[in-house]
């Protein structure tokens, strides 16, 4: 399953609506910048056809958070992409940081 039908699912979206499905499009785009600009995790990590399960995981926290108007869920959804965030920053897996 792709990342779009993936983000589908966890919105309950059943829809192929062609412009509800490019705006969760950009939304997993602004998931990835975000990850790679203020997490200064590796693009290469993020940008690619298939990320792993922790990257993947972060998107659609992103992603959900974003789409949802209920502050409830927004707010534990936020919480939730900001610990893969910090998470993802801290290993040396995924940073971009490297000691010299």
């Known amino acids: 399953m792709n990342l779009i039908d993936e983000a589908k699912t966890a919105l309950r979206i059943s ?3 062609a412009g509800i499905t490019a705006q969760i499009e950009r939304l997993i785009e602004e ?3 975000d ?3 203020t997490a200064d995790i590796a693009e ?3 940008k690619t056809s298939e990320p792993d399960a922790l990257i993947k995981g972060a998107i659609l926290c992103y992603v959900g958070f974003v789409w949802t108007t209920d502050m ?3 707010n534990r959804l936020k919480s939730c992409y900001d610990d893969y965030k910090a998470k993802l920053a ?3 897996a995924y ?3 490297s000691e010299e």
């Open 95 to 97: 940073s971009t940081y």
């Open 44 to 46: 290469s990590a993020v």
């Open 31 to 33: 998931a990835k910048l």
């Open 35 to 37: 990850l790679c600009r």
């Open 15 to 17: 829809t192929n609506d």
């Open 90 to 92: 801290m290993s040396s």
């Open 72 to 74: 409830d869920e927004k």
